[in-house]
């Protein structure tokens, strides 16, 4: 079992150490005087923070998970109208904005490939749910109680909450189209939010049931209007894609149906499968629907051959390890799809659940695999000779990775000159990240939301100094606490 990657353009560790990177000689005052940051407050300072034309980050180690860029011990990246103008050791930018980064790691933005973002304002209810209370109360009650104004501020303070962890693009899966309005009123809170988000439009959540329960419903046609009116362009910050209930949850003809519809207005395609037990994959290939804009959420109880088919059509999975192994749904499948070639990634799912980080859940990922692989060794009574998924291979998962399975590798997914700049700065002179030995296990293994000191996305600086420039989520923030408790009490799960 190796998983390692050796052409990724990352240092070795020795190489890195070797190097006499400045990064292992922090000043303990540094150190010290940054303790605190990263909190999350909001400056106030603008809508949608800092947006200047020029811009350069100075003087981080930066982590480009470009294999011919790679890692710069010392080095800047440059920005300009949103773009990575060039990345190096000096970049000559006399009249751009300085940002100086010393002493801090700078990664590509994460990409979280599946979260159900309206429920932010439902936060911290499920964490003792199995996957059919989930299914019965989320999906059966819960997602009926949403009005148009929920959904704006669930997915305008979720979508924060993102950034603030420095993850920069999400998939949005919205089971909550009740309505129109509640679709445009979601988008509007990722628009407000100014993250990078495909919005995989999905079925109404007024009726669990007639949606989820061998739906023989077809995908709502409002989303040829959300195609036409509010997604018109497909390289915009906001893109759509069809989020359909698939092989588990819907008859055949739903799924074809759903599918064709998608791939008509060339949308990507995001379905749950695998997660009751397996089929779901024999059944579009049966169908002839299988191809490389389908993305597989959990895919736990999927048998091999289904994770080879997916391999072999180019498809994805999204693997979200707190909420599998907490629901019953089966162990995370990122190693499978690993092996068989279909495109890794990790999501956080729903924060009504799990924590919203994409630190905590790619390493709970990449963990558990380890497990998985190390698990036949240790039960012969032998010693592993070598770990499986390295430091480097995780921060693709959720970065590069990611970015293939939506669709946006071109744009953004790594440091990459003519890319997008969807940044995130780590501190590494927090007293849980110093010294910097390793600038890539630092970021994966080591950091935390509380270390995320600056984000880019899209060019726009939208948190600074471990401050939120967010002016929306701070005129919004009692509007938003009451619409959570408002609908808790309508569900029967709070006074
Ligand atoms: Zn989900």
Redesign the pocket.
Known sequence: MRRRTDDDGGVSRRSYLAGGAAALSLPLSGCLGSIGGGNGDTAGDGSLGEDPDRLVLRNGTVVSVDPSVGVLERGDVYVEDGEIADVGETIEAADATEIDVEGSVVAPGFVNS???TWQAGVRGVAGNWTFSEYLDTMLGEVSSHYEPEDAYLGNLFGAVEQLNAGTTTILD?F?IANSPEHSDRAVDGLADAGIRAVFAHGPPGDDGARWWEASAAPHPEDIERLHEERFPAADDRLTLAMGIRGPDYATDEVVEEDITRAREMGIPISL?AGSLGPGAVYKLEELGLLGDDLNF??GNRFEDAEFDLIGDTGGSI?T?PE?EMQMGMGMPAVGKAMDAGAIPTV?V??VSNVSGDMFTQTRSAVQVQRGLDNRPTVEAGEQISEVSIDAHRALQLATIDGARALGLDDRIGSITPGKRADLVVIDGEDINTSPVNDPVETVVFQAGVGNVDTVLADGTVVKRDGDLLNETIDEERERFVESGRRVLRESGLAD
């Open positions: 599946h979260l159900h899966w089971h749950h959420v959990h999204s979200t909420v999501g799912d729903i």
